[in-house]
Every structure is written in C-alpha cells, then in structure tokens.
C-alpha cells in the first residue's frame, strides 16, 4: 500500500491564481480531511469527508472547495489565492467512526505571494 | 463545535526526566483523544489515543490519563530521551465519527 499520498509537494502561486491540491489513498478509507498547518496555531480542520459523494465544513473552509467523487480521492481547490493561503497542507484519512486512527499524508508546502 | 485548548506551547525538560503536556475539551460528546507526534519536517504519527470508558491508558514510556467530568486529558511522557523531541498534539471527536479537532500543539525540547 502506498498509504496517503500528496501532490505536489511545494507549490509557488501568485495572488489570484488557481490550483489543486490532490490527495489520494489505497487504504479503502471511509474518512478524508485536509488541514492547514501554521505556526503556533497546529492543525486546523479545512474540510472533510465520511464518504463518497459527503462532505462537510471544518474549522475554516473560506476559500477552499472539495469534493468526494471516488472513495480514493479527495481534491483540495483554492479558487483564488491570497497570501494568507501560504502555509503546509496536510491530508488524512481513516476508517469511519469514532475512534480509528487518522494517516496523514507528507504534506503539500503552499506559498502564494 | 468542538474547540481544543492545549498547554503549554513549549517545554524544555532535561534527559531522564518527565513530562506532562495538558489538554481541554469543550463538546462532552467528544469521546476519543488520540495524541500525535510530529518530528521536524516530518507528518504527525498517532502515539497513543484513549476512548471515553477508559480513565489512563498505558504504553511503555508514555500515558495518558482523562477526565471526563472536568473534560481534559494529559500525555505523561516518563524518562525522557533526546529523540522524544518533537512538537505533540492532542486532539479530540465526536461519537458519530465526523471531525477530529486538534489543540495548538507542545513543542518538547529534552536536553541531553
């Protein structure tokens, strides 16, 4: 199994400018979420996912789109990049309910100036 | 929602000693705490996690104890070694399985 996977891992883009983050699993996962990751502030829940077809807001979806199409895949879109965007993006993902384990991804390093 | 508070925000301890990182919660629905650990540059690995009917759980070195009644749980990292240097977080969900909320993270120095 390759696990959780992350492309790309660094990412330069221009205020304004679109992108997708992509994530992708093996593991037969019900679960997704991404996170952001900035300094002082841990991980913070963007969005996520308990099933193909199902997603849900986290802790701060604002400019950030999903969606769950497959139940291996699990696509990040920034819409418009702004600065504030710059930051390590990771995805996880686990079995449904409430107490299995989260895999993260390596992660996917965004700067937007 | 559920909101995570975690303390302190770094913690230097020397080699051999203990270390307690805490942690509060605000949803009492919440009812599993996994705590992860992040090497530099690297992603977070679970540790070690505990559900609502169990008080401690215990592995090796590491433990963690909850309280439910007062809503926090703490990780208690014995004989500490140059290599549990990291930063840790905890984190805790709901029974319906949806979001897992993470705390603001420990930074762990331990000097040799």
């Known amino acids: 199994n390759a696990g959780v996977t992350q492309t790309p891992k660094f990412q330069v883009l221009k205020t304004g400018q679109s992108m997708t983050l992509q994530c992708a699993q093996d593991?037969?996962?019900?679960?997704m979420s991404w996170y952001r990751q900035d300094p002082g502030m841990g991980l913070r829940l963007i969005h996520y996912?308990?099933?193909?077809?199902?997603?849900d807001q986290g802790e701060v979806p604002n400019g950030y789109n999903v969606s769950r199409s497959t139940t291996e895949d699990f696509p990040l879109r920034l819409l418009s990049a702004a600065p504030s965007q710059t930051s390590v993006y990771f995805c996880?993902?686990?079995?449904?309910?409430?107490?299995?384990?989260?895999?993260f991804g390596p992660g996917t390093r965004l700067t937007v100036l | 929602g559920e909101n995570v508070e975690q303390h302190p925000s770094t913690l230097s301890v020397q080699e051999g000693d203990s270390a307690v990182i805490k942690c509060t919660y605000s949803?009492?629905?919440?009812?599993?705490f996994p705590w992860y650990k992040q090497e530099l540059g690297k992603r977070p690995q679970l540790i070690i996690d505990?559900?609502?009917?169990?008080g401690e759980k215990k592995d090796q070195r590491i433990a963690v104890t909850l309280n439910k009644t007062a809503k926090h749980f703490s990780l208690h990292i014995t004989e500490t070694q140059p290599e549990d240097s990291a930063v840790y977080f905890c984190?805790?969900?709901?029974?319906?399985?949806?979001?897992?909320?993470f705390g603001q993270g420990t930074e762990l120095s331990v000097k040799p």
């Open positions: 593991m037969n996962h019900e679960y």
């Open positions: 996912s308990v099933g193909a077809g199902i997603t």
């Open positions: 505990i559900r609502s009917n169990v």
């Open positions: 996880a993902s686990g079995f449904g309910g409430s107490g299995n384990e989260q895999f």
């Open positions: 984190a805790a969900r709901g029974n319906q399985g949806g979001k897992l909320i």
């Open positions: 949803d009492s629905a919440s009812n599993y």
